[in-house]
């Protein structure tokens, strides 16, 4: 089945600065990748997500790029602000698998 | 719209009593999911459903049952909890024909003892 690989486990940042934080896939019949953030104490939510059919896709400050030969892609965080600290996951699906396959988390501080 | 609800929000167990957690939500999805999320473990699918009357085993089922009687409800149930089962459980729904995006509940705090 598919495994997702997240990296890295935590990762500290100077706000203004920006964040980046990859996963890999295994399966490449993969074609769905969200990105959820999860605050402290709540619950994971949507952030962006992008399709196999497109290698990048931007949503103001935050951008996905998808490298579906290498088969990993990647989460991109402008101009960090204190509000982006937070837990991130990554997952993958595919077509007719009805289930989502999450990476470990990042947990991203950013620091004022 | 309320989205998706849990209940009940913590709870203590000691080794071997039984609980059931409820998940309801009020967006007509066809899918709903039960997750446990532990430190550096990310969130690993315990069962999941994709309509009323179905379920299939997620990636760790063992030691939970569940049941979709009704398509706005997924219950998980413990049958004798052990201290392994200690975590953070969420449910989430999605529409059908995905993958899309899955909403999540506010979680169940959940202890063994």
């Known amino acids: 089945g598919e495994n997702v690989e997240q990296h890295p486990s935590t990762l500290s940042v100077q706000e203004g600065d920006s964040a980046v934080i990859k996963c890999t896939y295994s399966?490449?019949?993969?074609?769905?990748f969200p990105w959820y953030k999860q605050e402290l104490g709540k619950r994971p939510q949507l952030i962006i997500d992008i399709r196999s059919n497109v290698g990048e896709k931007k949503d103001q400050r935050i951008a996905v790029t998808l490298n579906k030969t290498a088969k990993h892609f990647s989460l991109h965080i402008t101009e960090t602000q204190p509000e982006d600290s937070a837990v991130y996951f990554c997952?993958?699906?595919?077509?007719?698998?009805?289930?989502?396959?999450f990476g470990q988390g990042t947990r991203l501080t950013i620091n004022p | 719209n309320a989205g998706v609800t849990q209940t009940p929000k913590f709870r203590v167990l000691k080794t071997g009593q039984s609980m059931t957690l409820l998940c309801a939500q009020d967006?007509?999805?066809?899918?709903m999911y039960w997750y446990r999320q532990d430190p550096g473990m990310g969130l690993r699918l315990i069962h999941y459903?994709?309509?009323?009357?179905?379920?299939a085993k997620g990636e760790v089922p063992d030691g939970y049952n569940v049941s979709r009687l009704k398509k706005q409800n997924f219950l998980l149930g413990l049958e004798s909890a052990a201290p392994s089962q200690t975590s953070v459980y969420f449910c989430?729904?999605?529409?059908?024909?995905?993958?899309?995006?899955?909403?999540f509940g506010p979680g169940t705090r959940l202890t063994v003892l």
């Open positions: 989430a729904s999605s529409v059908a024909g995905g993958p899309f995006e899955q909403f």
């Open positions: 399966d490449s019949a993969s074609n769905y």
């Open positions: 997952a993958a699906s595919t077509v007719g698998a009805q289930k989502l396959v």
């Open positions: 967006m007509n999805h066809e899918y």
């Open positions: 459903s994709v309509g009323e009357g179905t379920t």
